[in-house]
């Protein structure tokens, strides 16, 4: 069974890399926010179109790693029709998840992004996997600057 699921969760990520979700420009975005992760070389600039406090699009142009690309692309989905109090709840839960933080959390409670809990064995791939999350987290913020893992 561990296996299933194991070769379940490679199988989304693959499909992610290969097909990423709202990889493009918005135009008109309301908040650009551009993350770089030194150790692997992962570049993206995180595009958010924002209706009030809500997350009406999100969209994201750059290149990276399996896990990178993954991550940018199921978070680009998830987030969308989120308010920025969802969002940054749930960028603290990836983080927790990822980090190794959040040994109490129920998978199911996050989704698609489970295939991406086990990175916390990885400590060099964690980066990779939330190099987008804390891009979301400084746009968010409504901050400018470039976000770098390091």
Known sequence: MFEDLRDLYQEVIFDHNRNPRNFRVIDNADRKVEGFNPLCGDRLTLFL?????????????????????????LMTDII?????????????????????????????????????????????????????WHTLDAALKNETQSISTE
């Open 49 to 73: 179109k924002m209706d009030g406090d809500t997350i009406q699009d999100a969209s994201f142009q750059g290149s990276g790693c399996a896990i990178s690309t993954a991550s940018v692309s």
């Open 80 to 132: 969308k029709g989120k308010t920025e109090a969802e969002a940054d709840a749930l960028f603290k839960t990836f983080h927790d998840m990822t980090t190794g933080k959040g040994e109490n959390i129920q998978l199911e409670a996050v989704g698609k992004l489970a295939v991406l809990a086990g990175v916390r064995e990885y400590p060099a791939r964690v980066k990779c996997a939330t190099l987008a």
